[in-house]
């Protein structure tokens, strides 16, 4: 595991399927912290919650075609996280 990565707290869209969810994995194997804003929480993201534990993700339910929800989840964010590293 490489250190530079560990406790690190990330956001990653698109980590439902396809490149989104590789990065996801990628960082949570590394021992980041991942907060995933989903429009649908697919199975993929119950999985990693499974395989990596809720103290290491975090998905958030939202709606980016909405200013409204994209504002109340920085919010939401910036409350129960701080700063982000990426």
Request: hydrophobic content about 45%; cysteine-free; charged content about 20%.
């Amino acid at each position: 595991m490489n250190q530079e990565w560990l406790y690190r707290k990330i956001i990653i869209t698109g980590a439902n399927g396809g490149i989104g969810l590789a990065i996801a994995r990628a960082f949570l194997g590394e021992g980041a912290t991942v907060i995933l804003p989903v429009h649908n929480n697919a199975g993929n993201i119950d999985a990693l919650v499974e395989e990596f534990g809720s103290t290491q993700v975090y998905p958030f339910q939202l709606d980016l075609r909405r200013i409204e929800a994209i504002e109340e989840f920085a919010g939401k964010v910036q409350k129960q996280f701080g700063t982000v590293d990426v």
